[in-house]
Nanobody
Framework: QRQLAESGGGLVQAGGSLRLSCAIS????????MAWFRQAPGKDREFVAG????????KYADSVKDRFTISRDTAKYTVDLQMNALKPEDMAVYYCALRVGAPTTGASDYNSWGQGTQVTVAS
């Protein structure tokens, strides 16, 4: 099972930006899909964004469309999430996840997870 490690979380004012990064232990296969999920206190883990390692199949939750951008660095084996125009409702622990096949929106579809990184948005 591949190991995933998120970084880049922190405290930001509403309207600000953060960039999260997920490091993957070893070269990803072309069949992989990567995704970002988030979980706020008392709520279920929800899909944020996903993509194929090959660069296609990009998907976003409606709540982050046009504000967040998912990307990958094939040289560094990382999956990044650029978050702009952050809102208080974006505050959550953000997790990186991996599966074989197309990116999907269900957390139970993914079999590898990182430890999470906290994003706090203050108004």
């Amino acid at each position: 099972q591949r190991q995933l490690a998120e970084s880049g979380g922190g405290l930001v004012q509403a309207g600000g930006s953060l960039r999260l990064s997920c490091a993957i232990s070893g070269r990803p296969y072309s069949s992989y899909a990567m995704a970002w999920f988030r979980q706020a206190p008392g709520k279920d883990r929800e899909f944020v964004a996903g993509m194929r390692w090959t660069g296609g199949g990009t998907k976003y939750a409606d709540s982050v469309k046009d504000r967040f951008t998912i990307s990958r660095d094939t040289a560094k084996y990382t999956v990044d999430l650029q978050m702009n125009a952050l809102k208080p409702e974006d505050m959550a622990v953000y997790y990186c996840a991996l599966r074989v096949g197309a990116p999907t929106t269900g957390a139970s579809d993914y079999n590898s997870w990182g430890q999470g990184t906290q994003v706090t948005v203050a108004s």
